[in-house]
């Protein structure tokens, strides 16, 4: 008898692409940070090494990835949301903080760039993925 294959998934699709991301921009924050990146987020590292926050980057991309791998379970997808969210919003509020306090003007884009892909996660994480094409109604 075969293992049952799991169906297509746009949910755990996403999860696995944007883990994935998330892990290898975490080891890029750890081999060789960007200076924009470093200066965005002074108010943080003064507190948290610059290389602890990449291998959070790394841990969060991996949480996300292993909950797309787990098939359908509506628990481990959320902590998977949970995951890729938590980075992003950390940065986009970081470089909110760093923009509003005139340290480093611009941080603007990355403020917009970052608490978007933030609202989109979560966004995407309230979406059902669509019914199997034979359950769809015909029209």
């Keep these: 008898m075969r293992a049952p ?10 999860l696995a692409t944007i883990g994935a991301a998330w892990a290898g921009y975490g080891v890029g924050i750890i081999l060789d940070p ?51 969210a938590a980075p992003a919003t950390l940065w986009g509020t970081a470089f909110t903080i760093t923009w509003a306090t005139g340290d480093y003007p611009s941080a603007i884009g ?12 979560l966004w995407v994480s309230g979406m059902d993925d669509p019914l199997p094409r034979h359950l769809r109604k015909k029209r």
């Design 5 to 14: 294959v799991l169906a297509f998934s746009h949910r755990r699709a996403f």
């Design 34 to 84: 960007r200076y924009g990146t470093a200066r965005g987020l002074a108010h943080i590292t003064r507190h948290v090494p610059l290389d602890a926050l990449g291998w959070m980057w790394v841990g969060c991309g991996l949480v996300a990835l292993v909950a797309a791998l787990l098939g359908r379970c509506p628990r481990v997808q959320a902590a998977g949301f949970a995951a890729v």
């Design 110 to 121: 990355s403020v917009c760039g970052w608490l978007g892909f933030a609202l989109g996660i």
